[in-house]
C-alpha cells in the first residue's frame, strides 16, 4: 500500500465512486491492477467489497491520501499547496492575508517555510534566473494593442445584449474585455513592495496578452459564426475537431486550419476507399453496377428497418386487437390506400412495457439491479443517478432519511418515489431515519 498525492484540495476536482457515485474523500481506495482509467472506490464501498465487471474486492490496492510530510516535517502536501495557491492570490509578501486564507498556520511560519523552501532553496536558483530574463524581455517589448483586419471586423452589439454575452463582454471600440482574464491582478500591487511583486505581476500581464491574442486570432470573438463554420464538417470531422481545439494555443490560426483541413481529407478519402473495397468484395466492376447497388441496398435496409420495427412493437403490444389494427394500417400504408383509423375499446388497464436503456446515457454507471429498477418504473438513468444522489447527501446530512423527505427532495409520481426510496434501503445505500 501506498501512499500518493490527491487531486486536489477541492472535493469536486476528484473523480467520484466507482460504488456510489458520491465524491471522493481521502482517504479512499485506487485499484492497482484495474486500469487504464483508474478505478476509485471511498471507504464505504471498498468495506463492503464492492465489484463490478473486471475489478473484484482480492485486487492489490492503493491508499490515496496527501496527508504526509514533504519538504519538511509538520507541512503536509495537502498544507503545501494551499500555501503556494495562498502566495498566487494574495501576492508574494502578503503574508499576513496568506495565514488567515491558509487557516492552519501563523505568519510567520508561512513565511518563515516558504523562504526557505521557495525562495532560498538552490534548486529554484533556476527559476529566479529565467523570471529575471523574462522582465528584460518584456522592457524590450512593446505592449500594444494586437488590431483587427479591416475584412474580419467583429460586431458591435448593445451593452448587456445576448450577442454580447456571447462574445464574453468584448468591447471592439477599445479592443479589450468587459473583464479581463485575471481581472483583479493590480490589486496585488496595493500596499506592498514594488519590489517583490514586479515578477508576479508582468507575468500575469504577459499570460493576459498571450490569452486576448489566442482569441484574436483563431477568430473567436464572433461565437456564431466560429459555430457555423465548425458545423459543415462531418460528425467524425467535429469530434476531433472539439478535441484539438486546446492544442490552438501552440500554433497559429493557419497551422491549425490546416491540420483540422487535412484530416477533414483523410476522412473523405478514408470513406471512399472503403465503399471502394465494399463493390470490389460484391464483384461489382463499373459504375453503372455501383449505382444498382446502392438503390437495391437502400430498399433492402428499409425492409430490414421495417421488419425491426414491427418485432420491437410485437415485443411490447399484449393487445391482439390493437396489433391486428396497427397490422391492417401498415398494409394500408404500405398498397397506398388511406388508412381507416378505428377506436378500439379496452377493459381494464395495460401496463406500460420496460423502458429500453440501450444507449440511454449513464446507462453503464448503473448495476444489474439499478438497472432492472429503471426499467420496471420506466426511469432513464441519468435522472435516477441525480435523485440517487440527491437522496444520498440528505442521508448522510441527517442520519437517515424518512419517505416524506424523500417525497419533497424528488417531486416525481409518488410511486416512482417509493420505488426508489424502497430500493435505496433494501441495497444499503440509505438507513430510515
Not at 517555510?113 to 534548486?123: D, R, T, V
Not at 457555423?228 to 491549425?256: N, T
Not at 421488419?307 to 396497427?326: F, G
Not at 432492472?372 to 440517487?388: D, F, I, N, T, W
Request: glycine share 4%.
Amino acid at each position: 500500500m501506498d501512499r500518493l498525492a490527491s487531486f486536489g484540495n477541492d472535493p469536486f476536482d476528484k473523480p467520484p465512486c466507482r460504488g456510489c457515485s458520491s465524491y471522493l474523500v481521502e482517504p479512499y481506495i485506487k485499484c492497482a491492477e484495474c486500469g487504464p482509467s483508474p478505478f476509485l472506490l471511498c471507504l464505504q464501498c471498498f468495506t463492503r467489497g464492492y465489484e463490478y465487471k473486471k475489478h473484484q474486492s482480492d485486487h492489490k490496492y492503493e491508499i490515496m491520501t496527501s496527508d504526509f510530510p514533504v519538504l519538511e516535517p509538520g507541512w503536509t502536501v495537502q498544507e503545501e499547496m494551499a500555501l503556494l495557491e495562498a502566495v498566487m492570490d494574495c501576492g508574494f509578501g502578503n503574508w499576513s492575508d496568506v495565514a488567515y486564507q491558509m487557516r492552519t498556520k501563523t505568519k510567520e511560519e508561512s513565511e518563515g517555510h516558504y523562504m526557505k523552501n521557495f525562495i532560498n532553496n538552490p534548486l529554484f536558483s533556476s527559476t529566479l534566473l529565467s523570471l529575471r530574463q523574462m522582465e528584460d524581455h518584456l522592457s524590450r517589448t512593446a505592449d500594444t494593442a494586437i488590431p483587427f483586419k479591416p475584412t474580419d471586423d467583429p460586431p458591435r452589439p448593445s451593452f448587456d445584449s445576448q450577442l454580447s454575452r456571447d462574445m464574453a463582454g468584448y468591447m471592439p471600440a477599445r479592443a479589450d474585455f468587459m473583464e479581463e482574464f485575471d481581472n483583479y491582478a493590480e490589486w496585488d500591487l496595493k500596499d506592498i513592495n514594488f519590489v517583490a511583486v514586479v515578477d508576479i505581476y508582468h507575468s500575469r500581464l504577459e499570460e493576459r496578452q498571450r490569452r486576448k491574442k489566442i482569441i484574436r486570432d483563431h477568430g473567436l470573438i464572433n461565437l456564431r459564426k466560429f459555430q457555423i463554420l465548425e458545423r459543415r464538417y462531418p460528425k467524425e470531422v467535429q469530434d476531433l475537431y472539439d478535441v484539438m481545439r486546446r492544442f490552438a494555443r501552440v500554433v497559429g490560426p493557419i497551422e491549425h486550419d490546416k491540420f483540422i483541413e487535412s484530416h477533414a481529407l483523410e476522412f473523405e478519402l478514408r470513406r471512399e476507399i472503403r465503399r471502394l473495397q465494399e463493390y470490389r468484395r460484391e464483384g461489382i466492376q463499373s459504375f453503372c453496377g455501383a449505382k444498382v447497388y446502392e438503390r437495391v441496398k437502400r430498399i433492402r435496409e428499409d425492409e430490414r428497418r421495417k421488419r425491426n420495427m414491427l418485432c420491437d412493437i410485437l415485443q411490447y403490444i399484449h393487445d391482439v386487437r390493437a396489433c391486428q389494427q396497427w397490422l391492417h394500417k401498415q398494409a394500408a400504408i404500405d398498397a397506398g390506400i388511406t388508412p381507416v383509423v378505428t377506436t378500439i375499446t379496452t377493459s381494464g388497464r395495460r401496463s406500460a412495457p420496460p423502458l429500453n436503456l440501450t444507449g440511454l446515457p449513464g446507462t453503464e454507471k448503473l448495476n444489474e439491479r439499478e438497472k432492472e429498477l429503471c426499467q420496471v418504473v420506466r426511469l432513464v438513468p441519468g435522472a435516477y443517478l441525480e435523485y440517487k444522489q440527491a437522496l444520498l447527501n440528505e442521508c448522510r446530512r441527517q442520519g437517515g432519511l424518512r419517505l416524506a423527505q424523500a417525497r419533497s427532495l424528488i417531486e416525481i409520481d409518488v410511486n416512482k418515489t417509493r420505488k426508489i426510496y424502497d430500493f435505496l434501503i433494501k441495497e444499503g445505500y440509505i438507513n430510515k431515519a
